[in-house]
């Protein structure tokens, strides 16, 4: 048991860990370092960004460190030499090797944006909304050399909203991922939590996502293939393709009808959104983004381009620009 402050080493990148971050300094100990990926070039035009993580420390005036490699001599000595008690990682987007998770006396500790051992990995958020989770949340595990395998230390849950996307869903799992690293490191601290193990028959993964992993095949149910479009909603998005061109789809909702029609043919396209016909019942997609363009609602797109019923979208697979 401690009641002096800890020294802490903060790990992550996106704005998923900036949250995490943010809510951390908002407590009792202090955050020495924040290690995060190098600059990256992002969008359209390639431009460096530096991650959410690093805007956040060094507004803080944290020492920020981005190496290219965690696996050397020199990288843990720098760590070393910040004299932590504790290293918070949460989506920092490397595997720890060993040498790292021993290096501070209370080890590290990982924020992890499912309520495992359901959905480990890289993607957890989107995973769990493609495959139509409703109970969603965060789990704070002390971290071991496996993928998301280590001790639980605390868990969360909050009930995933019907239309919720995988952007709304982080933004809240962010949130409460923070809060609950308080009360863990809080539950640390005091001597009061015990390390529960995983049951690890009970794993389910969550992989990276590719862009093809969107792609929509339309014979599946209109139920699915709506959590797929809310689960990739940002990024990598659902998609087809209309006259060979990449069509990106969001803001589904079933509807619930019988047609005859083959999957993938579009039944009605006006300002109330379009209506696709899919393997059970139909889906009405109230906004896209046609490839090279701004996403936009159905009813912009049909005034200069008008999708008469009938239409089937293309099922040939476009390669990935």
């Not at 060993?98 to 500790?109: H, V």
């Not at 496996?146 to 996307?165: H, N, Q, R, Y």
């Not at 640390?188 to 862009?211: C, E, N, R, Y």
């Amino acid at each position: 048991m401690t009641t002096a402050p800890l020294r802490i080493i903060f790990m992550g990148t996106p704005d998923f860990a900036a949250e995490n971050l943010k809510i951390l300094l908002t407590g009792p100990d202090q955050v020495v370092a924040v290690v995060t990926q190098p600059d990256r070039a992002k969008g359209r035009g390639k431009k460096v960004s530096p991650p959410p993580t690093k805007v956040l420390a060094e507004a803080a005036a944290i020492s920020v460190l981005q190496p290219e490699k965690i696996k050397t001599e020199e990288f843990r000595n720098g760590l070393l030499s910040y004299q932590p008690d504790l290293i918070v990682v949460a989506a920092y987007g490397r595997i720890l090797p060993q040498s790292l998770l021993e290096l501070a006396p209370m080890g590290c500790i990982n924020v992890h944006g499912s309520l495992l051992p359901g959905y480990r990995g890289a993607a957890p958020i989107q995973w769990a909304i493609v495959r139509g989770e409703t109970e969603v949340g965060v789990t704070i595990i002390q971290m071991d050399q496996g993928m998301d395998t280590g001790d639980i230390l605390l868990k969360a849950k909050i009930v995933a909203a019907p239309k919720e996307t995988a952007g709304s869903l982080m933004v809240k799992l962010a949130s409460l991922g923070g809060q609950t690293l308080l009360q863990a490191i809080k539950g640390l601290k005091a001597g009061t939590i015990t390390p529960v193990p995983q049951d690890h028959s009970q794993a389910t993964m969550a992989p990276m996502l590719k862009k093809d992993d969107g792609l929509i095949d339309w014979k599946r149910s209109a139920k699915e293939i709506e959590c797929l479009i809310r689960g990739l909603d940002p990024w990598p998005s659902a998609f087809c393709f209309l006259d060979q061109n990449r069509l990106r789809l969001f803001s589904p909702e079933v509807v619930y009808m019988d047609s005859t029609a083959q999957p993938g043919t579009v039944l009605q396209a006006d300002r109330r959104g379009m209506l696709v016909a899919c393997g059970r019942n139909a889906l009405q997609i109230h906004e896209l983004q046609p490839e090279g363009k701004k996403r936009m609602t159905v009813e912009s797109f049909c005034c200069g381009h008008p999708l008469a019923p009938g239409t089937v979208f293309d099922q040939a697979v476009v390669p990935s620009p």
